[in-house]
């Protein structure tokens, strides 16, 4: 999962005079959730959400809820076989013996696979460099018992190649404003693209993508839009016209969210 | 999935004379099915069985149901990505479009994957040469949303170096009684193995065996025994001495149903 950047120590407070210097330490989990069952990371009140679930395991472990900084803010529906979070907590924790308790509190849907001291400061959120997420379709005549909530079923035909074109554009920095639905709270639409590629696994073509950050449904009106490509109703250099800014109108659907999976954050 | 063996005509019945020949047709399904919510193949008043659920299907779509003959009679929580069924029928129709249909009508956790016409006479279970099962186990320190119902957890060490060599020791023709809680409607306990073996794919450890067929249980009690060679409480010898009729008690306890899945049938 890539190794966490150093911080400076002076991202630490000087203790002030007279009033006892607490010890502060910062902890870095890796995460895995199968998403069918959550709304989402973010809490709200009143909905299962992953935030939720392990903040009140957290809280009945440590008896007190920390402050959480997630890499990727999922939606409803969304996967994790690597998402990464960080807190700051008062006192001593033993990281192996966290994680172990954790699995033993945690409801069958999302599990602790790592727990590690980070530098005091490390943010889960700001520290991270790049994220992979990657999306799954199932291309066969019959649906998935095991794959229906983790992978979108395409019993049409599909123009791999036309895939392949489309993903080859990704590369590099561009404008993915016809690729998000939020025109409000992002100052620049422009995203790195570290990589992007289709890949086939017997009957599943996972799409793999890897950039910067990610705006909301960035990947699933992405691969939305090369299954257009990919059906023959678009072509590749329509898709790639796309990229420099178009508004959301002219991109296509939002591909399910099932589909979808942080698969790891780098820092 | 393999081909067919072709049946002499002999097996259909002539015709009464003074009675229309009634044109009879042979299908055979294969099946995907996740077993979690299924109380196993076989049908039993007021239970949710693949064979109830599958027959109802048949029954809205071609107006009465068929007697099933299945290659694998798996048990409650055990999947099958490969299951063959066969049935006759009266009548034409056309094994893409029935295919289609009943997927349609068909819960999310049964798939049929493909239909098509047999030689008369044709039974998926009496005509099947072999049957393969795999048996997962996810060999990892944290449990896994996404095999939690599909890998048996196995956070303990394990020495696969033991577990090899067992496997190794299993091709060939055995006596299983050690291996079966049924002690009364098998005439001979003996079994030929054709392939038997562990293979690693990242966490998940596979145990894969093919053999002419299995008895009740065989394939959890002989991954129950494997996995005590593997933690240090039985050696590989013992293990071999096993396959010479032992008592069942003398054998390691059942895996659980979850970890096993019938991967495919050849005929």
């Known amino acids: 999962m890539g190794s966490t950047r150093r911080h400076s120590a002076e991202i630490l407070a000087d203790p002030i005079p007279g009033v006892p210097y607490e010890a502060s330490l910062t902890l870095k989990l890796v995460l895995e959730y199968h998403g069918a069952r959550f709304r989402g990371w973010a809490a709200q009140p009143g ?4 935030e939720q679930t392990l903040g009140d395991a957290l809280g009945t472990l440590l008896g007190s809820v920390p402050s959480l900084s997630v890499a990727g803010r999922t939606d409803a529906g969304v996967h994790a076989l690597g998402q990464v979070v960080s807190f700051s907590l008062d006192g001593e924790v033993e990281p192996g013996r966290l994680m172990r308790s954790l699995n033993g509190v945690l409801p069958h849907d999302v599990a602790v696979l790592s727990a590690e001291v ?3 400061g490390f943010s889960a959120r700001h520290d991270a460099r790049s994220r992979t997420y990657r999306y799954s379709v199932l291309a066969r005549a019959a649906p998935s018992p095991f794959l229906a909530d983790r992978a979108l079923w395409w019993p049409h035909s599909l123009d791999e190649a036309a895939l392949h074109d ?3 554009a990704l590369a590099g920095t561009h404008d993915f404003t016809a690729f998000t639905p939020v025109q409000t709270e992002h100052v620049r639409f422009e995203r790195d693209v570290l990589s992007a ?7 599943v073509l996972e799409f793999r993508i890897e950039a910067d950050t990610f705006m909301r449904h960035m990947v699933r009106v992405l691969v939305g839009t090369m299954l257009e490509a990919g059906a023959g109703r678009r072509s590749v250099q329509e898709f790639e016209r796309l990229l420099q800014g178009a508004p959301r109108d002219s991109a296509g659907p939002t591909a399910a969210a099932h589909g979808l999976c942080l698969e790891s954050v780098s820092y």
Chains 1, 2 share one sequence.
């Open 118 to 120: 980070a530098p005091a």
């Open 166 to 168: 489309c993903a080859a």
């Open 197 to 203: 590629g289709w890949r086939r696994t017997g009957e």
């Open 47 to 50: 909905l299962r959400t992953v």
